[in-house]
């Protein structure tokens, strides 16, 4: 579903190279995660992919589903069915949350030529996804991310994914920030949504998360590239040695 | 010492019997322009404003409170030709309302609802001023002539010389329909004063709407008195089509435990000046004053200044300033805002807040925040910022398939979003807010 093949970034307004030469390929009905140490350019990676400015890609390619996600617009490439649900969800004061959502549903839909949700089949939607997550009436009329907490913040990440539905799903260290029922509602919510048509790529510094949402294959990335990929197993060698013996050992 | 105090000092005995700023010739010409009225009950406060007019002379760009709005348009003998806008639905039109229309600044009594019968003592000024006795009397152009210190205001005197119409409420309950003022126009070059007077009695209240295009000119004032525990909410609408060149002014007086909230929206247009002087002199009183501006520079040139003064008086008193706009193609919006407070106004909550948002590099924010305090056990606070859309947060809106231009109308909603907090009646609310959005969203995929 996913496919990266020898991707080069670098900022746009410096001269440093962030990614050396990905390659990565997530099949569709799978879950990969991206593991790595500080730095070593796994968000560049999730924001290169969801189409934020400030970074200039200077080779090689990101297809999904065989269309070329570098040549689209952000909003392009979520009706594509991308997503990413972001480390530092943005708050938005004065926009309702349930606007909010109604507003990028309705226009996904439009971009992929359905009709728009009516405003009683949002809702009806919205309460029935809302309530696995335990998110409230209450919570979905406040402004979008505006005094929510951390856990909540991340659960409203959850929850626009499952209204959004998209087929590629990108969780950028969800797992910050987050006490351990939150972690588990969190999980809950992304595993339920995982099926043969759907793909995740779940970035995190810990092997915690991943004892919630099991992996598929676990990718270690270092210095803007991917050095080594493995089964679950990997992320419990990354807990118990560290990235040192790792990187080492890859060399 | 603060720069007003410097200006009315050493500005006025200069001044005293001396030729004005600008010269005699321009406000005899201004004035030459003008059929001025010779007011019944009205005439004492009349010639009374034709000498303090006189005395201040017409402002020119050196003044203090006219440095980033150039006064040339308003000093002017007459407005220039301006072609009447097609009639357009009101933003109230489906709110049950008491509807007062003035065509050019003369009311309209076919096109209005019948006065009689509201709860509330209503007329219009040229209706009354041709009478005897009026309790207006008392009132007009007393709050204007008080709101002169210690910064002076021509325009205001101007308008209180030369209205010949408004309307002159007078509530002693609650006014279960709000009043609507609607304006409209028919002749080309208008030059337009209109002047109101609103009195609420001890623990009355009242809802003033305001929308439309006065004249090709306009200059307005609104004296609002409020007494004990009443409680005034006020909201204007000025569009792209209404007034091109205006000057607004509201004088309030707010007693104890009473309550003044004053919203104005204001999109497009062309050269507006908004002046708003409010003075608290109960206890425990509160006062908000708030504006939402969109200005397209496209349009015409766009320039959308606010001049506010508020004083506290009294104790325990709340005043909120919240002043926001959104400017693109070389706009200019200008915020010149104060907060005084009197000696022994203890307790005193003042906020003033002020923020520009330039949609490009073109355009222009300035801000004049003032405070000057005498009481010892106070919070005010102020703060102004200029800045460009959040990139973050258009990326965020835009990673969820929201495209550019929506993204972009839902931020513009989000920074105004807190003066339209300053309207307490929901409905109004969110219906300013439903129009807002559609205008938004029609321009921004039209």
Known sequence: MLEIKNLHVKLEEEDKQILKGVDLTVPAGEVHAIMGPNGSGKSTLSYVLSGRDGYQVTGGEAMLDGRDLLEMEPEERAAAGLFLAFQYPVEIPGVGNMTFLRTALNAQRKARGQDELSAAEFLKLVRERGKALKIDAEMLKRPVNVGFSGGEKKRNEILQMSMLEPRMCILDETDSGLDVDAMRLVSDGVNALRGPDRAFLVITHYQRLLDHIKPDVVHIMADGRIVKSGGPDLALEVEQNGYAGLLAEVG | ?446
């Open chain 2, 1 to 446: 010492m603060s720069d007003t105090a410097v200006l009315s000092t050493s500005a006025r005995p200069d001044r005293a019997g001396a030729a004005p700023r600008v010269g005699d010739t321009a406000l005899t010409a201004r004035l030459a322009a003008l059929d001025l009225p010779a007011g019944g009950f009205s005439a004492p406060a009349r010639r009374d404003a034709a000498a303090r007019l006189n005395e201040m002379g017409l402002p020119g760009p050196r003044d203090e409170y006219w440095r980033y709005t150039d006064p040339a348009p308003f000093n002017a003998p007459r407005p220039e030709a301006l072609a009447i806008p097609p009639r357009e639905a009101t933003l109230f039109d489906d709110i049950d309302r008491l509807k007062l229309v003035f065509v050019d600044g003369v009311f309209d009594a076919a096109a209005s609802d019948d006065l009689t019968g509201e709860g509330l003592e209503i007329d219009t000024l040229a209706a009354a001023d041709a009478g005897g006795d009026h309790w207006a009397g008392a009132l007009y152009g007393q709050l204007e002539t008080a709101g002169q210190n210690p910064v002076r205001r021509p325009f205001a005197a101007l308008n209180t010389l030369a209205a010949r119409d408004g309307v002159l409420i007078r509530a002693t309950g609650r006014v279960a329909r709000p009043v609507h003022l609607l304006y409209r126009r028919s002749d080309e070059a208008a030059d337009v004063h209109l002047h109101h007077v609103i009195r609420l009695e001890q623990g009355a209240e009242l809802t003033l709407l305001e929308t439309g295009a006065m004249g090709a000119r306009s200059n307005a004032v609104l004296e609002v008195d409020l007494a004990a525990g009443a409680r005034f909410h006020h909201i204007a609408s000025k569009r792209a089509d209404d007034d091109k060149l205006g000057i607004g002014h509201i004088f309030a007086r707010v007693g104890e435990g009473a309550l003044l909230k004053s919203f104005a929206l204001a999109v497009n247009g062309r050269v507006m000046r908004n002046e708003g002087v409010i003075e608290i002199t109960g206890d425990d009183a509160v006062a908000h004053i708030a504006a939402a501006v969109l200005g397209d520079g496209d349009e015409g040139r766009f320039h959308h200044d606010d001049t506010v003064f508020i004083t506290h008086a009294g104790q325990r008193c709340e005043s909120r300033q919240v002043y926001k706009k959104v400017l693109k193609n070389g706009a200019q919006g200008i915020f010149q805002g104060k907060i005084l407070v009197r000696p022994g106004a203890q307790k005193t909550d003042g906020y003033q807040i002020s923020k520009g948002l330039l949609l490009d590099e073109g355009s222009q924010f300035l801000a004049k925040p003032e405070l000057e305090i005498y009481a010892d056990d106070v919070k005010c606070s102020h703060g102004s910022t200029t800045g460009a859309l959040d990139e973050t947060a258009l990326f965020y809106l835009r990673s969820r398939g929201v495209p550019r231009e929506q993204a972009v109308v839902l931020l513009v909603l989000s920074f105004l979003a807190d003066t339209l907090e300053e309207i307490e009646d929901e409905r109004l609310r969110d219906g300013i807010l439903t129009r807002l959005d559609q205008w938004l969203t029609s321009r921004a995929t039209g």
